[in-house]
């Protein structure tokens, strides 16, 4: 895990692969839930979707940020789904600092390159580049 606290902590770690996240457990009751909350009930594949929302928790085993007033999630791109986890699989996020702008007022925005494993396979869930921004406490 690396410690940011502050964006000179990040100039280090760009070109970096973070490492891997814990394995989390799908469990039926995991898709059942997302499933209710997006009204997507088969019309599409939505696990794909349920795959890239654990991507933030995922990230806390990778990163820790202190001294941050803010985080946002900025954006994604070229977002491509693999393999749909399924109930009873397991899931884990590994991630690459692929680079980091300074954006004034304390504020900086990294884009991260992540890609979602299953468990036992090698297939790929999901790979997707995450853009972030945090903004850092006043010094």
Do not use: K
Request: hydrophobic share 40%.
């Amino acid at each position: 895990m690396i410690v940011i606290s502050s964006s000179a902590d990040l100039d280090v770690h760009v070109g970096q692969h973070l490492g891997h996240s814990h394995f989390v457990d799908v469990t039926q009751e995991h898709i059942d839930r997302f499933v209710d909350a997006t009204g997507d009930h088969g019309e599409s594949p939505v696990l794909g979707y349920l795959t890239l929302a654990l991507g933030p928790a995922l990230l806390h085993d990778l990163i820790e940020w202190r001294n941050t007033r803010m985080g946002v999630n900025y954006g994604l791109v070229g977002v491509q789904f693999g393999t749909e986890p399924a109930a009873g699989s397991r899931v884990r996020l590994s991630a690459t600092l692929l680079n980091s702008h300074d954006l004034g007022n304390d504020g900086v925005q990294v884009t991260l390159e992540t890609t979602f494993e299953i468990e036992g396979t090698l297939d790929r869930a999901c790979v997707a580049e995450l853009i972030l921004r945090y903004y850092f406490n006043p010094t």
